[in-house]
């Protein structure tokens, strides 16, 4: 069980960021109508607010670098917690932003996951 939830969590990260990166738009699939997102403080909910946040971020090019994933089961009905940090290169930019996200995924119709919850937040100093 522990192996599989790692592998999840894996794979839902590594598709998140590359779409993310490359396609931010397609994005919305990840989410539904009871979605939630914090982001830097302010709550989003509902997959189209959420889209429409991440679309109007002030940077339309990025490139995340991920340093760790840690997953959990969070409970009996297979959903899945993951934990990501790791930085976020933008261009022009000679630094890169070291930040935190926390992902809870919850079972859909199908055998895929869809996110109930994103924490986003940019680690300073």
Same mark, same amino acid.
């Given at each position: 069980?522990?192996?599989?939830?790692?592998?999840?969590?894996?794979?839902?990260?590594?598709?998140?960021?590359?779409?993310?990166?490359?396609?931010?738009?397609?994005?919305?699939?990840?989410?539904?109508?009871?979605?939630?997102?914090?982001?830097?403080?302010?709550? &989003?909910? %509902?997959?189209? *607010?959420?889209?429409?946040?991440?679309? $109007? !971020?002030? =940077?339309?090019?990025?490139? @995340?670098? #991920?340093?760790?994933?840690?997953?959990?089961?969070?409970?009996?009905?297979?959903?899945?917690?993951?934990? &990501?940090? %790791?930085?976020? *290169?933008?261009?022009?930019?000679?630094? $890169? !932003?070291? =930040?935190?996200?926390?992902? @809870?995924? #919850?079972?859909?119709?199908?055998?895929?996951?869809?996110?109930?919850?994103?924490?986003?937040?940019?680690?300073?100093?």
């Amino acid at each position: 069980m522990e192996e599989q939830v790692e592998l999840v969590g894996r794979a839902f990260v590594d598709t998140y960021y590359h779409l993310f990166d490359n396609d931010r738009a397609a994005l919305s699939s990840l989410y539904q109508a009871t979605s939630m997102l914090t982001f830097e403080g302010q709550k &989003v909910v %509902g997959a189209q *607010a959420i889209s429409e946040k991440l679309m $109007q !971020l002030p =940077f339309d090019k990025c490139q @995340h670098h #991920i340093s760790t994933i840690d997953s959990q089961p969070s409970s009996a009905s297979g959903g899945i917690v993951v934990f &990501v940090s %790791g930085s976020l *290169a933008l261009p022009g930019e000679e630094h $890169q !932003l070291r =930040f935190g996200q926390m992902f @809870h995924l #919850i079972p859909s119709a199908g055998g895929s996951f869809f996110v109930q919850n994103d924490m986003f937040r940019l680690n300073y100093g």
